[in-house]
């Protein structure tokens, strides 16, 4: 029988979710190739989380990124604010945004350093959509669980509670921002052993996250730059505003402190940076400043 004819759009589409052919599809009905993705119910016992994010050409990568990495990106900053959450990623999608035929070839090679990523996270791409943009562009949504009424948020911070961080900061730039690891199993042990009052990932700085954390939570609080965990070859200024960390920032009740302490159980650094006040003694920060990447400036 004759192969009915593919326009380009289903042709290019063909060859870049190609990497997702041999992927889990534990729990999906329906996925790539169908109107909508039909997933199996979870269990009552999980609370759903949602996520969407985006990576642009020219804003989050440049045209001499490597586009497996740019791809990677794209799914790593998402997986990123599910760890925030404590959360176990179920299935995503994406959306691509193709200038032109010729940056469709570069579209395939970020597919295939996302489908690694999602690979080692046992994630199931589902679906997505296409769409013609004046720059490369990648969008991800993401769907994950949580056991239920577990998952902090960014409002749980009380005075007296300790400020944690994980990993090291300042060093994501000219490379660590393509290729850093979600911490995801952090996120999760943590969540499960309720240890945070209140967490989220470090995208834009210290400097702009930690104040989010402090409105939601209308608390002050003081932070100690000599603690603050530095990358090789920064300084406390990038550490504190440069972003694009990706490490948790969150807090923990003083009676849980010694436990946290003791069981934690990965190579990945967790250092105190300071600790939670009553909002009427204000932002102590030895003087650095309290700004970090700002989309909209």
């Known amino acids: 029988m004759k192969k009915l004819p593919l326009s380009y759009e289903d042709l290019w589409i063909q060859r870049w979710t190609s990497p997702f052919s041999r992927q889990s599809s534990f729990g999906v009905r329906h996925g790539l190739g169908h109107d909508c993705a039909v997933l199996s119910s979870f269990s009552k016992n999980l609370d759903l989380v949602l996520k969407t ?48 035929l010729r940056s469709a ?27 013609r943009t004046r720059q490369l562009l990648l969008s991800i949504s993401l769907l994950g669980t949580v056991p239920r009424g577990l998952s902090p948020n960014r409002a749980g911070a009380k005075p007296g509670h300790l400020l944690f961080v994980t990993g090291k900061l300042g060093g994501s730039w000219p490379r660590r921002h393509l290729t850093f690891t979600p911490r995801i199993a952090e996120g999760q042990w943590l969540v499960r052993n309720k240890f945070p009052s209140a967490m989220l990932d470090l995208s834009d700085g210290l400097g702009a996250d930690l104040p989010r954390l402090a409105r939601a939570s ?25 972003g694009e960390d990706y490490e948790l920032l969150f807090s923990v009740p003083p009676k849980l402190i010694p436990a946290l302490l003791r069981r934690w159980p990965f190579s990945t650094p967790l250092t105190p940076i300071g600790s939670c006040l009553p909002a009427r003694q204000g932002y102590h920060t030895g003087r650095l400043p309290l700004r970090g990447y700002d989309h909209l400036r």
């Open 218 to 242: 209308r608390i002050g609080f003081r932070i100690h730059p000599k603690q603050l965990p530095l990358a090789p070859g920064t300084n406390l200024k990038l550490a504190f505003t440069r």
């Open 105 to 131: 070839a570069r579209l395939r090679q970020a597919y295939r350093g996302l489908s690694l990523l999602a690979k080692k996270f046992h994630l199931p791409i589902v679906g997505g959509e296409t769409v």
């Open 53 to 100: 994010d985006a990576v642009v050409e020219g804003i989050h990568f440049t045209h001499s990124t490597p586009a497996a990495l740019a791809g990677r990106k794209a799914l790593a900053r998402a997986l990123s604010d599910l760890a925030a959450a404590g959360a176990t990623p179920r299935a995503a999608l994406v959306t691509a945004g193709c200038p032109n």
